[in-house]
């Protein structure tokens, strides 16, 4: 929501804000997400956000799901995320 404090909403959800920051800043830098813009058309849709006490990541990208542990290199992990974008 515009004017949302993204701090304020980490907190709530039981992460620390620079953890959220650190995943935006390693999203934009890997490619594979963008920045919105002002001009972006096409409906943003939000995840709710469980955390779980569990060294494994659940991505969901559309109507996939990525599992994986919590040791994956990123560099895979972004090999695999390309991969299923492209499928």
């Known amino acids: 929501m515009p ?7 980490a ?3 039981g ?3 620079s953890q959220l920051y650190g995943w935006r800043r390693k999203a934009l830098s890997s490619g594979l997400v963008a920045p919105l813009t002002e001009t972006a058309k ?5 995840a709710r956000v469980e955390p779980v006490a569990s060294s494994a990541v659940e991505i969901v990208l559309g109507d996939v799901v990525v599992r994986v542990g919590g040791d994956i290199e990123p560099d895979h992990l972004v090999k695999i995320l390309r991969a299923v974008r492209k499928a």
């Open 42 to 46: 096409k409906e943003v849709k939000f």
């Open 15 to 17: 992460l620390d804000p």
């Open 3 to 9: 004017g949302a404090n993204v701090s304020a909403i």
């Open 11 to 13: 907190r709530a959800e």
